[in-house]
Nanobody, 117 residues
Framework: QVQLVESGGGLVQAGGSLRLSCATSGSFVSINAMGWYRQAPGKQRELVATIISGGSTRYADSVKGRFTISRDNAKNMVYLQMNSLKPEDTAVYYC???????????WGQGTQVTVSS
């Protein structure tokens, strides 16, 4: 199993920026995709951004043009640069990795992002 640890969350004013990082550890053959989901209070978990091992990316419409996902394949780390943050971006952000030939999904514990108006 892959262990994932997020960092970089916090409190920021609207219009500000944060950079989330996700570090991996454990024994695994390959990570096919990594990315970020978020869950706001009372809402379902939703995809924020994902990056496939070849570099293709996908974003939620609500964050396009403001968030950028990147990955360091050598370190198996993934980052989420969040700019122009809005109060509606407030949520717990979870890192995930899709691992091996079955694309099993492993999750981090989450990091809180709070955007004040």
């Amino acid at each position: 199993q892959v262990q994932l640890v997020e960092s970089g969350g916090g409190l920021v004013q609207a219009g500000g920026s944060l950079r989330l990082s996700c570090a991996t550890s454990g024994s695994f053959v390959s990570i096919n995709a990594m990315g970020w989901y978020r869950q706001a209070p009372g809402k379902q978990r939703e995809l924020v951004a994902t990056i496939i091992s070849g570099g293709s990316t996908r974003y939620a419409d609500s964050v396009k043009g403001r968030f950028t996902i990147s990955r360091d394949n050598a370190k198996n780390m993934v980052y989420l640069q969040m700019n122009s943050l809005k109060p509606e971006d407030t949520a717990v952000y979870y890192c995930y990795a899709a691992v091996g030939i079955t694309w099993r999904t492993d999750w981090g514990q989450g990091t809180q992002v709070t955007v004040s108006s």
